[in-house]
């Protein structure tokens, strides 16, 4: 399948070095605890911006993955979002900093984050690449002293991709922020055009 650029939203410049900007936030904040935090990514979007983001980061630290679903095979969440795929890790009295790729309606780290704090987290902070709060539909409350870390603030459009979400295998190699068309793709209509925000590396 042909990738059709409408147009870039951030180059990969411009992503370096708002990643790095953003791990510095955060080794300010983290460097000097004396139990290394947790940093969690939510499978399977935000791995690629976890990856990035850890790289920067020169201090102890422990990555797990989480896995929790509120789309099924759309691009609307269900309201309703469920762990199909636990943490394995023992977070009790650590500091959990939960990486996602897009924050929307808020539903998803509305359960992780009780999740976690049932799970005994001393503190839950989140890091996100792109933070949508027009799309907010439930407020969720940081634990302990957590912190809320954004990278961009949401673009107008229908919908949103980072590294392969909501959808199975179509990813360009420009390394940059896309709008790309898709054309008769599983989450739009039969021969219908949808746009997406590519995550590339």
């Known amino acids: 399948m042909e990738c059709d650029i409408e147009r870039v939203l951030w180059s990969q410049d411009q992503i370096s070095r708002r990643v790095s900007d953003i791990a510095s936030e955060i080794s300010a904040d983290f460097h000097a605890l004396s139990s290394p935090p947790v940093f969690l990514g939510v499978a399977t979007g935000a791995f690629l911006f976890l990856a990035d983001l850890v790289r920067h980061l020169s201090f102890p630290l422990t990555v797990d993955f989480v896995r929790a679903q509120s789309y099924g095979s759309g691009t609307e969440s269900n309201g309703a979002p469920s762990i199909s795929l636990d943490l394995k890790i023992d977070i009790k009295g650590k500091h959990v900093i939960v990486v996602e790729d897009i924050v929307d309606t808020g539903n998803t780290l509305f359960c992780l984050i009780a999740h976690l704090e049932a799970k005994g987290a001393s503190s839950v ?66 021969n219908s055009t949808g746009t997406c925000l590519m995550w590339g590396s």
Do not use: N
């Not at 902070?125 to 933070?131: H, I, K, N, R």
């Not at 539909?137 to 590294?163: D, H, M, P, T």
């Not at 959808?167 to 940059?176: D, I």
């Open 125 to 190: 902070s989140v890091c996100a690449f792109l933070d949508k709060p027009s799309r907010r539909k439930v407020q969720f409350e940081l634990v302990g002293k957590g912190k809320f870390y954004r990278g961009f603030e949401e673009v107008k459009s229908s919908a949103y991709l980072i590294s392969g979400k909501h959808l199975e295998a179509y990813l360009c190699e420009t390394p940059c922020v896309q709008i790309i068309l898709l054309w008769g793709m599983a989450w739009t209509s039969q």
